[in-house]
């Protein structure tokens, strides 16, 4: 709704801001680590809500299985591949999706 995009929209200034904010003496008025995570957050926003994950969320044994099965055939192929997993925020894991009907 155009309600919820502007209240997301004042949300990500004013961590924008607190992101950039120093005290009196120049230093930074938050850490490091919570500046990485509002740094986060915009970066997923601005990315539609979803990012790469480069570890693996829980799987049901199917999904283990598939992915063993295209390893091995990437194996036999002679190529490497670095794959990242795509995380969308707030989306219902598959495991749950498929039990309730969705």
Same mark, same amino acid.
């Given at each position: 709704?155009?309600?919820?995009?502007? #209240?997301?929209?004042?949300v990500? +200034? %004013?961590?924008?801001?607190?992101k /950039?904010?120093? =005290?009196?003496?120049?230093?930074?008025?938050?850490?490091?680590?919570?500046?990485?995570?509002?740094?986060?957050?915009?970066? #997923?926003?601005?990315?539609?809500? +979803? %990012?790469?994950?480069?570890?693996? /969320?829980?799987? =049901?044994?199917?999904?283990?299985?598939?992915?063993?099965?295209?390893?091995?055939?990437?194996?036999?192929?002679?190529?490497?591949s670095?794959?990242?997993?795509?995380?969308?925020?707030?989306?219902?894991?598959?495991?749950?999706?498929?039990?309730?009907?969705?």
């Amino acid at each position: 709704s155009l309600y919820g995009q502007q #209240v997301t929209h004042q949300v990500c +200034s %004013k961590l924008l801001e607190l992101k /950039s904010v120093v =005290t009196p003496q120049g230093k930074a008025a938050y850490t490091k680590r919570v500046q990485f995570m509002i740094q986060d957050l915009l970066d #997923v926003r601005a990315a539609g809500w +979803s %990012k790469k994950s480069f570890k693996s /969320s829980a799987k =049901t044994r199917g999904d283990i299985r598939m992915d063993q099965e295209r390893d091995l055939i990437v194996e036999r192929c002679c190529v490497r591949s670095w794959s990242a997993e795509l995380v969308v925020a707030g989306q219902r894991p598959a495991c749950l999706s498929a039990a309730v009907g969705f």
